[in-house]
């Protein structure tokens, strides 16, 4: 009892942690408690990646506390197409923005995985390392040791990549013996035409985003699936049952850290983590484990920063406000929200027969299902996102203007001149409602979805809390497009989706609508004009559209400054002893793309600074 099916994941804390007595103050650990020598806080994508690689050495013992299930059993993160039914299920921490005043008062959705592999185990499966400049440009902000030499080691070292024979890669641009297993994949035609339109407009063409001549191009997208056509999540790519049946290495389940606790020391030196306090239920009742070596918080970009404010590390007049004791007051936690801003939705309807639309009819799905089930092919094996364009807003090439006339100025925040700051996602399917679950188009009409994302928005935000318990939400304010120059360049990542939609081989592919009524109809975008539709027209389908591209970042922040960062270039807290951020919170900027493998690429860096293999 108490152990789950697995028998390698553990759900009872009496088995791994230290009953509290309820009532009496529990805010040190004592001698007597259950102890480990890292205490790994969330069982996400770096946690995974963490514990697998500290649990290597047979003499170290590790202990991850995950707050969500394990990952085994769940269906819908394990068949690629699967994922958006997980959006605000159970797995799904499901959080909500602040209104956003630039985009007419609305509050975003926003997913974040609760399982083991974290959000790995629930996004939409991209494979992409973002730009070469992104990793120069950390070292510029303070992530010293963290430039793209330094981290296409840990990149390489994680990945186990295969060339599909009917989208042949470049192998030697990747790693070819890590545990994330990555791939690239056949796409479809519409998907096809989608990259010869870009190549048309002048956006060269790539088999590969991943190699030394940089990212920006039109291409087919790489993924993380395996040869069994199941996602390889971080938890099943780092935690397999081999892993998993370590000794030293305890894997607890629906465990939800409360608070960090810090041993007293001798007045003037910095405080300790010693251990941690969690419970399966708000109600209690309480358990207590304690570190030995060190307390590594791997909950996220929302979750880290609010676990470190209710222990009492953050900006000292909010933990106040708050009656939390202030451990250490540490402005930056929190601070310098950075998140991808999605143009939302623009979806043209496509001739019968193109698109992955054809799934929506029920006879169609379940043959997709069970031909999944048995062989792990067909097209519930393939990630949403197909393919996609890296660009920079700043070249006079390409089309962001009404033809005639000159493209709007603005100023490009990319990285580096190599990096992008636009990109323009295509998916061969209708996604109506992009960040709740995508509502099925009626079954007799089919439609592609493509949006443009802003990679390196001016407007930043914060994580604040709601409340001194982690049972309540934070408050997540990501002040979405406040920033004028972030709209003008969205503005223009939006007219080159208009006017790729209206090139060939792509606008074929598509049906003329009827004038439907603009905001209400979802195909709106296959009636705007690229030639005549306004910069007000647009802007104000921006802020009624827009949504989260899923990518918070900086909320923890490396640097070596105290003053303007939350921890250093080793990762360890400023200030505190035994207390280091592992995810994508301590990114010191924004990157060029997706999230993921940069996440796994730092915690694969972390452990090797942990371990002392490498220093800054
Ligand atoms: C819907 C969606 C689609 C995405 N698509 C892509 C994509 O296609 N490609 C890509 O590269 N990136 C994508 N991303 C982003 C990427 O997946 C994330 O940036 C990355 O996985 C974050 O890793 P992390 O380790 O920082 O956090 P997470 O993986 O979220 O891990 C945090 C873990 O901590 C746990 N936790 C939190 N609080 C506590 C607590 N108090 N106690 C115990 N445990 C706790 C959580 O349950 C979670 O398991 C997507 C994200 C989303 C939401």
Redesign the pocket.
């Known amino acids: 009892m108490g152990i789950t099916s697995s028998k390698t994941t553990v759900d009872e804390p009496e088995l791994y942690a230290t009953p509290l007595p309820s009532g009496a103050p529990n805010d040190k650990p004592q001698a007597d408690w259950k102890s480990y020598d890292y205490v790994v806080?969330?069982?996400?994508?770096?946690?995974c990646v963490l514990a697998s690689r500290l649990s290597e050495d047979p003499d170290v013992s590790v202990l991850i506390?995950?707050?969500?299930p394990s990952h085994e059993g769940q269906l819908m993160s394990r068949m690629p197409l699967g994922?958006s039914k997980l959006?605000q299920g159970d797995c799904d921490?499901d959080y909500e923005t602040t209104s956003q005043p630039n985009l007419e008062g609305r509050s975003l959705s926003?997913?974040?995985?609760?399982?083991?592999?974290?959000?790995?185990?629930?996004?939409?499966?991209?494979?992409?390392r973002s730009s070469p400049d992104d990793f120069d440009n950390w070292v510029r902000r303070g992530g010293e040791g963290w430039g793209y030499e330094a981290m296409r080691r840990y990149f390489d070292k994680s990945e186990r990549v295969v060339s599909d024979p009917q989208a042949p890669i470049d192998t030697s641009h990747h790693g070819l013996s890590g545990l994330w297993k990555v791939r690239s994949f056949p796409i479809t035609t519409i998907s096809t035409r989608f990259i010869e339109a870009a190549e048309r407009v002048g956006i060269p063409r790539k088999t590969d985003f991943t190699t030394s001549e940089g990212t920006i191009g039109a291409g087919p997208c790489m993924t993380f699936i395996d040869e069994k056509g199941e996602r390889s999540s971080?938890a099943s790519a780092y935690l397999p049952p081999s892993v998993l049946r370590r000794p030293n290495l305890t894997v607890a389940v629906r465990?939800?850290?409360?608070q960090i606790l810090f041993t007293p020391v001798a007045d003037g030196a910095p405080p300790r983590a010693a251990g941690v306090r969690?419970a399966a239920r708000r109600s209690g009742p309480h358990f207590g484990v304690a570190a030995k070596r060190e307390v590594v918080l791997?909950?996220?970009?929302?979750?880290?920063p609010?676990?470190l404010m209710v222990s009492g590390i953050g900006p000292a007049e909010h933990l106040r406000k708050h009656r939390i004791e202030v451990v250490r007051d540490a402005p930056d936690v929190g601070q310098h929200l950075s998140e991808h801003v999605n143009s939302g939705s623009m979806i043209y309807r496509a001739k019968l027969g193109m698109t992955l639309d054809a799934l929506n009819r029920p006879l169609n799905a379940i043959s997709a299902l069970v031909r999944w089930l048995i062989t792990g092919g067909g097209p519930m094996s393939v990630?949403p996102?197909e393919a996609a364009i890296f660009v920079r807003s700043d070249d006079e090439s390409l089309p962001y203007a009404p033809k005639g006339r000159a493209p709007t100025q603005t100023v490009s925040r990319s990285s580096g001149p190599g990096a992008p700051d636009l990109e323009i996602v295509f998916c061969p399917m209708t996604i109506i409602r992009i960040?709740t679950g995508f509502l099925v188009p009626p079954s007799d009409v089919e439609g592609v979805t493509i949006g443009a994302i802003l990679l390196h928005p001016e407007s930043n935000g914060s994580i604040t809390l709601q409340s001194p318990s982690?049972w309540d939400k934070p408050l997540i304010d990501a002040q979405y497009l406040a920033s004028e120059n972030d709209v003008k360049v969205l503005l223009k990542g939006m007219r080159l989706t208009l006017r790729l939609a209206k090139t060939e081989p792509l606008a074929s592919c598509f049906q003329p609508i009827a004038r439907a009524k603009e905001g209400v109809d979802h195909y709106w975008a296959s009636n705007v004009d690229p030639d005549t539709v306004t910069d007000e027209e647009l802007e104000k389908l921006l802020r009624r559209n827009a949504q989260s591209a899923?990518?918070?970042?900086c909320t923890v922040r490396m640097g070596t400054d105290p003053a303007t960062s939350a921890v250093d270039p080793e990762l360890r807290v400023h200030g505190v002893q035994g207390l280091r951020v592992?995810?994508?919170?301590v990114f010191p900027a924004q990157v060029s793309?997706?999230?993921?493998?940069?996440?796994i690429a730092l915690?694969e860096r972390a452990a090797d600074l942990i371990t002392g293999k490498v220093t800054v």
């Open positions: 806080v969330g069982g996400g994508t770096a946690g506390l995950e707050a969500g994922f959006l921490w926003w997913a974040r995985g609760k399982m083991l592999g974290g959000t790995s185990g629930l996004n939409a499966l991209v494979y992409h971080a465990a939800m850290v409360e969690l791997c909950a996220g970009a929302i979750a880290s609010q676990l990630p996102t960040n982690i899923w990518h918070p970042t592992v995810d994508a919170s793309g997706h999230t993921c493998a940069v996440v915690a």
